[in-house]
């Protein structure tokens, strides 16, 4: 599950769970994108989001063991097709956000945990204690779009091809050089710390929401036609 807090203009989206994975399930996708619904429908001029999380994973993809709970083969691909509606539902939410957006990962980020963090504006990391790592390759499953279309508006060249072709584990230093998130921070804390800081500061700019969102779309164009996601007419203001 998640829960969102709001600290004036910013929304934390916490990551919570007993076993500290946060693996993608129903549940947990239904309460994610609930919860950006809601940072959506009270956001502000000014408004920031950060993802954060507790325990040794960011988000470690999938909930397979959901998956293969299933009584028969043809119901195991129909719970993982499910959850790939979800993960795109949920890319989706996050490119519509009328607001900055800062993944804290401060633990393992694998699979669709990787395009968890990757659907935010600013990706910052754990130096130590954390890595990116897409399985996908050593598991043997192809990654359909729009993932792929993510992947391509957000990481350029030979950093696209190592983190989806060699089944790396990178680790924050290697992240940052890569160019894959914008800082590495020591610890846990320190990254949430850094999350919410980059979030206030970018706050502070009292952006336009939609405007900040029609900007967004305009960046990753081929996305967005991919998730069907139309542009909304915006009055230019009086300058």
Same mark, same amino acid.
């Given at each position: 599950?998640?829960?969102l807090?709001?600290?004036g203009?910013?929304?934390?989206?916490? =990551?919570?769970?007993q076993n500290?994975?946060?693996?993608?399930?129903?549940?947990?996708?239904?309460?994610?994108?609930?919860?950006?619904?809601?940072?959506?429908?009270?956001? @502000?001029?000014?408004?920031?989001?950060? @993802?954060?999380?507790h325990?040794k994973?960011?988000?470690?993809?999938?909930?397979l063991?959901?998956?293969?709970?299933a009584?028969s083969?043809?119901? @195991?691909?129909?719970?993982?097709?499910?959850?790939?509606?979800?993960?795109?539902?949920l890319?989706l939410?996050f490119?519509?956000?009328?607001m900055? @957006?800062i993944?804290?990962?401060?633990?393992h980020a694998?699979?669709?945990?990787?395009?968890?963090a990757?659907?935010?504006?600013?990706?910052?990391?754990r130096?130590?204690r954390?890595?990116l790592?897409?399985?996908d390759?050593? $598991?043997?499953?192809?990654?359909?779009?729009?993932f792929?279309?993510?992947?391509?508006?957000k990481?350029?060249?030979s950093?696209?091809?190592? =983190? =989806?072709l060699?089944?790396?584990?990178?680790?924050g230093?290697?992240?940052?050089?890569?160019?894959?998130v914008e800082a590495?921070y020591?610890g846990?804390?320190?990254?949430?710390?850094?999350?919410?800081?980059?979030a206030?500061? $970018?706050?502070?700019?009292?952006?336009?929401?939609?405007?900040?969102?029609?900007?967004?779309?305009?960046?990753?164009?081929?996305?967005?036609?991919i998730?069907?996601?139309?542009s909304?007419?915006?009055?230019t203001?009086k300058?």
């Amino acid at each position: 599950m998640c829960s969102l807090e709001k600290r004036g203009n910013l929304f934390i989206l916490i =990551l919570t769970g007993q076993n500290g994975e946060h693996r993608l399930n129903p549940n947990l996708f239904s309460s994610i994108i609930s919860a950006l619904s809601r940072a959506k429908a009270e956001s @502000t001029r000014g408004s920031a989001l950060v @993802t954060v999380s507790h325990g040794k994973f960011f988000c470690n993809g999938f909930d397979l063991d959901w998956v293969n709970a299933a009584g028969s083969d043809e119901e @195991t691909q129909q719970r993982f097709n499910l959850l790939l509606d979800y993960l795109k539902q949920l890319v989706l939410a996050f490119i519509s956000l009328p607001m900055p @957006t800062i993944a804290a990962v401060n633990g393992h980020a694998a699979a669709g945990g990787v395009v968890l963090a990757l659907c935010h504006d600013y990706v910052l990391m754990r130096r130590y204690r954390s890595v990116l790592y897409m399985i996908d390759l050593d $598991l043997g499953i192809k990654i359909p779009e729009p993932f792929m279309a993510l992947f391509r508006a957000k990481i350029s060249g030979s950093a696209r091809r190592d =983190l =989806l072709l060699r089944g790396l584990k990178i680790k924050g230093e290697e992240a940052l050089k890569m160019g894959l998130v914008e800082a590495v921070y020591d610890g846990e804390e320190e990254v949430t710390n850094a999350g919410i800081k980059m979030a206030d500061d $970018l706050a502070k700019r009292t952006w336009h929401g939609e405007v900040y969102a029609e900007i967004r779309k305009g960046l990753y164009s081929e996305l967005c036609d991919i998730l069907g996601i139309a542009s909304i007419p915006i009055a230019t203001p009086k300058l």
